[in-house]
C-alpha cells in the first residue's frame, strides 16, 4: 500500500517594543498563521482506499516585557517574559474512503468546531543581542514556553446510501511545554534621530 501527502503552512510573527528606560522594554507580537494539506492512500491494486484534506487559520497576540542587562556596546544580555492567546478562527476537515476492491466511495466524513481553538502560552526567555551596527543586532535566546488549549469539534459521517450520523460534541484539552531556542534579528529605531 502507498500513502502520499502534501503539506502547506505559512507564519508570521512580528514584534515591536518601545523603550520606557534605558534598558526596559514593553511590547507585543502579532502572529498570522495558515497550515493546509490533503492525502491520500492506495492498496496494492492501485486502487484509492481513501482521501483527507484540511485547512486552519489563526491569530495570535502577545505582549512582552524585556529588561537589557548592563553591558558592552555590541553584546547586551536580556530577560524577557510574555504571555498571550493564539485564536484559531478557521478550521476544516473532511475525508472520503472508498472499498479497497471496486475503488467505489463507501463514506464520507467531515469535522464540526463549535467553539473555536484557543490557545493560552507564556514563556520566559534568556537572551543575546550582537550589534552589528548602531541599529541592527543579531539576537539569539533559549527558555521555556507552555501552552494549554481547549476545543470542541462534532463528527459527521455519511455512507454511500446517503444515510448521515452525528456523533456527540468531543471535548479535549491539550497541553504542551517545551524548551525553544530562537534566532533573529532586531532592528533599532531611534525618535530622536528622526
Known amino acids: 500500500s502507498e500513502s502520499t501527502s502534501k503539506n502547506f503552512s ?20 502579532l502572529g498570522l498563521g495558515f497550515s493546509s494539506g490533503d492525502s491520500e492512500s492506495t492498496n496494492l491494486a492501485n486502487i484509492k482506499t481513501s482521501e483527507s484534506k484540511y ?13 537589557y542587562f ?10 524577557q517574559i510574555g504571555s498571550g492567546l493564539d485564536y484559531t478562527f478557521s478550521n476544516k476537515s473532511e475525508g472520503k474512503s472508498y472499498n479497497g476492491t471496486t475503488g467505489i466511495l463507501n463514506s464520507s466524513y467531515s ?6 481553538y484557543n490557545t493560552f502560552f507564556a514563556n520566559g526567555l534568556i537572551g543575546l543581542n550582537y550589534f552589528v551596527s548602531n541599529s541592527t543586532a ?26 448521515t450520523t452525528v456523533y456527540p460534541q ?25
Open 55 to 67: 485547512s486552519s487559520s489563526y491569530i495570535s497576540l502577545s505582549p512582552f516585557i524585556r529588561y
Open 111 to 116: 469535522y464540526d468546531y463549535p467553539k473555536k
Open 138 to 163: 543579531i539576537n539569539s535566546s533559549i527558555g521555556y514556553y507552555y501552552s494549554k488549549g481547549k476545543q470542541s469539534s462534532k463528527y459527521t459521517s455519511t455512507d454511500n446510501l446517503g444515510n
Open 10 to 29: 505559512f507564519d508570521i510573527y512580528p514584534r515591536a517594543g518601545y523603550f520606557i528606560t534605558n534598558n526596559f522594554v514593553v511590547g507585543s507580537t
Open 70 to 79: 548592563p553591558g558592552k556596546d555590541k553584546l547586551r544580555f536580556y530577560g
Open 170 to 194: 468531543t471535548d479535549y484539552t491539550a497541553d504542551n511545554s517545551r524548551i525553544q531556542w530562537l534566532i533573529g534579528f532586531t532592528i533599532y529605531i531611534d525618535k530622536q534621530a528622526n
